[in-house]
């Protein structure tokens, strides 16, 4: 701590004199510097020596109206992204280098998504949230520090500021395979004379899906009123997004992949004479509310302060059938025995989660400091209710199963209370147009308060804090008109999240540890006009990595471990190329090893009296789901773009091609446990015509155009047979889409 705040200091008293600065850039420049600020804090600029990549709102607004964002960022470097439905809507999930969601620090307007208690994002929970943005940032490695959770693998930062000088008005509609339907309205007021301005979007989406039990029905809100005049601005930011879908976590046994890739057993069961059923209101279903207000003040050209508050609601719960279930675990009462029933269930939560953040920017020009502080606090309700049961009947008053205070039907109730208190400043300084010069310091201290018991009546009862220093260092050369390069060094710590306490408090293991790790990351970019070329080299090094086993909890979180020693290394490459006035060519290629030292896996022992577990050593081993080799390639060809002056000018046809080299279910290297490599090309074609004062567009999409039969992820269970010394094993899968389509008609204006 005391390190921290002296080099603080001589950060500050480094600023040079007001004085030094550029000349007032006029009203314009600064009301767009105003709206853009909010989210800067927390985005690298083009001086700062981080590896990085953008989408703006032209790109996102192209894609694939089924994805999600993460399906819309799969042709970004080293991003692997997949869908428990299959398709783009529903549960999604990605990896950056190998990293998953609890180790991706997402930001929305600076101000993180991350769920406080699993750090993960749950983005199905946030719908056609592509649509509603203005642009996305991903970096890659520790990145930039600021208000609140650092990165740890890579981070996401997302954008709503937008204020555009006219009104506008859009509306799409989407039809496409297994019955999706997606549609999208916007408008806004642009901003008006006095300074006010308004922006709405409403996005509502459905679909089948591909999996059995794979439907999602969504809705998406997203509404802004702000006020921008002179040095100020002030904006009310509301978002709202309601899910419910399918449970498709399962996943599927791979023989069964190989007979029926569309099976999903959730919610089946079986009657009195042997026949099957599908109780088709298993499902996972989720609302939350984001309500976010900012305040920028501009006291110069060169200091400006902001400031912004968040408080996020969210309510939902996953519903089951279960089959023989013994009614005493779920709160019923009999008197000599423990009989048992089909049971309906759901486990609910509900939880407030609370942010203020502040911050105080200097740009001179050829310095930049930023310093800034955060506070959050979340509280999340964890509990279980009995619907229904068979032995008791219909006529049973569920409402006596009361236990605590939350449900007057729940058999378990416990609660985590988490607090994050945070500061950090960051500068740049320009040497002459040779070099700038990078510093970045971030102090956390976090505090975790568990209570209660959880839906086994295990006792998760748990108190920790922690505090954690995250230096960030570097240097980006400017090696003439065309050339960069850029060298940089980050240490990062996370703390563990509530699930991997939760199951490690279950198993009596040894405590699980906060993750560490070191990060050197060295780049280079040449930038022509027509042409721009990059290259990154990267070594990140893991102390006590909080890594998955490979096994998923009944509730499908991912169960975590430390792992002492590890690594990930690798050479990022990417290209973008204007060929032609008409043809555009881009790829990237990541080529990496991504290692585990000495790994032992611990392993439950089945036929034991008391808990016991065997110990498996496999030596060095590769880590799941992190595949040595990604890449892309995508070609867009507007063939009359330059031959005529007509709307024939905007068509454009494109196609990408995703690979995504062999990877592991778990961590143990062994070839059961592989993953086949695969390849995906998807085909776009669009058009828009001039209409009314408006744009019409058309545009048709075709995702895995060869229609390539392909599990993107798994899940692996195991146990251990003492009296036949024998290791038993067995793979969980998650069949993606064949070929499939989407067609969409918009209008703007």
């Known amino acids: 701590m005391r390190v921290f705040l002296f080099t603080a200091a001589l950060a500050l008293l480094s600023i040079p004199s007001f004085a030094d600065g550029v000349a007032d850039s006029g009203e314009p420049e600064k009301t767009e510097r105003l709206d853009s600020v909010i989210v800067s804090v927390s985005r690298a600029g083009s001086r700062t020596p981080v590896s990085f990549t953008m989408m703006g709102k032209e790109s996102l607004r192209a894609s694939n109206p089924m994805n999600s964002l993460p399906m819309a960022l799969n042709l970004q470097p ?19 280098r190998g990293s998953k969601g609890s180790q991706i620090n997402v930001t929305l307007n600076g101000i993180t998504l991350n769920d406080a208690e699993s750090q993960e994002v749950f983005w199905v929970n946030i719908p056609a949230l592509h649509s509603l943005i203005s642009s996305v940032q991903v970096q890659r490695g520790l990145g930039t520090t600021a208000s609140g959770p650092g990165a740890f693998g890579a981070s996401i930062n997302m954008n709503t500021a937008s204020v555009g000088p006219d009104p506008f008005a859009s509306a799409e509609i989407s039809r496409g395979s297994w019955n999706t339907l997606m549609t999208t309205v916007s408008a806004g007021t642009g901003l008006t004379s006095s300074g006010l301005y308004a922006n709405v979007a409403y996005a509502k989406g459905f679909t089948d899906g591909y999996i059995r039990n794979g439907k999602v029905d969504s809705q998406s809100l997203f509404a802004v009123l702000g006020w921008l005049k002179g040095n100020n601005s002030l904006r009310l930011t509301y978002l709202m997004g309601d899910q419910t879908s399918g449970i498709t976590w399962n996943g599927i046994d791979i023989d069964q992949y190989n007979k029926d890739r569309r099976y999903n057993d959730a919610g089946e069961y079986y009657d009195e004479y042997g026949n099957v059923h599908y109780y088709d209101n298993a499902v996972d279903s989720y609302k939350q509310h984001h309500i976010q207000l900012n305040y920028t003040h501009s006291f110069s050209d060169r200091l400006t302060w902001t400031t912004t508050l968040n408080y996020t609601r969210g309510d939902g719960y996953d519903e089951y059938y279960k089959e023989d279930k013994k009614l005493n675990n779920y709160g019923f009462s009999y008197d000599g025995g423990n009989p048992k029933s089909d049971i309906i269930y759901r486990k609910e939560m509900a939880n407030d989660f609370y942010v203020a953040n502040t911050d105080l920017r200097y740009d001179s020009g050829s310095f930049r400091l930023t310093a800034g502080a955060s506070a959050s606090k979340y509280s999340g309700d964890h509990f279980g209710t009995v619907l229904w049961a068979a032995l008791p009947g219909d006529e049973f008053d569920y409402s006596s199963l009361g236990q605590g205070n939350v449900s007057t039907n729940s058999w378990y109730w416990n609660v985590g209370d988490k607090k994050d208190v945070s500061v950090f400043v960051r500068s740049e300084k320009d040497l002459a147009d040779l070099v700038t010069i990078y510093a970045d310091l971030q102090y956390r201290h976090v505090g975790l308060d568990m209570r209660g018991a959880d839906d086994d009546a295990v006792d998760i009862t748990y108190q920790d804090k922690w505090d954690f220093f995250n230096p960030r260092f570097g240097a980006k050369f400017y090696l003439g008109e065309r050339h960069n390069a850029f060298a940089s060094y980050a240490f990062g710590n996370r703390e563990p999240g509530r699930g991997d306490i939760k199951e490690n408090v279950k198993g009596a293991l040894s405590p699980i540890r906060p993750e560490k790790m070191h990060d050197i990351e060295l780049g280079y970019e040449y930038r022509a006009p027509r042409l721009t070329l990059n290259a990154n080299i990267y070594f990140m090094e893991y102390r006590d990595m909080l890594l998955e086993t490979g096994n998923l909890s009944s509730s499908g979180y991912a169960i975590k471990e430390n792992v002492p020693q590890g690594y990930r290394r690798g050479l990022e490459l990417a290209a973008a190329w204007n060929a032609l006035r008409w043809l555009d060519i881009d790829g990237n290629l990541t080529l990496s090893r991504n290692r585990i030292k000495d790994y032992v896996s611990y392993v439950s022992v089945d036929d034991s009296k008391v808990p016991a577990v065997k110990a498996f050593e496999y030596g060095d081993t590769d880590m799941l789901l992190s595949p040595s080799v990604t890449g892309m390639a995508r070609i867009s060809v507007a063939p009359w773009k330059g031959v005529v002056s007509n709307s024939l000018r905007s068509t454009t046809l494109s196609l990408d091609w995703k690979y995504v080299g062999h990877q592991y279910i778990d961590n143990s290297s062994r070839k059961e446990m592989e ?29 895995n155009l060869l229609n390539r039969m392909y599990y993107a992820y798994g899940w692996r269970w195991e146990s251990y047979s003492q009296a036949e010394d024998a290791l038993y094993s067995g793979i969980g899968v998650y069949p993606q889409a064949p070929a499939n389509f989407m067609f969409k008609l918009s209008y703007r204006f």
């Open 78 to 96: 080293s991003v692997v992204s997949y869908n428990d439905n299959g398709t783009g809507l529903g549960n999604s999930a990605m990896t950056i």
């Open 675 to 703: 993953i086949p490599a695969y390849n995906v090309l998807n085909l776009t074609v669009s058009h828009e015509f001039d209409l009314g004062g408006g744009k019409l567009g058309l545009s048709a999409y075709v995702n």
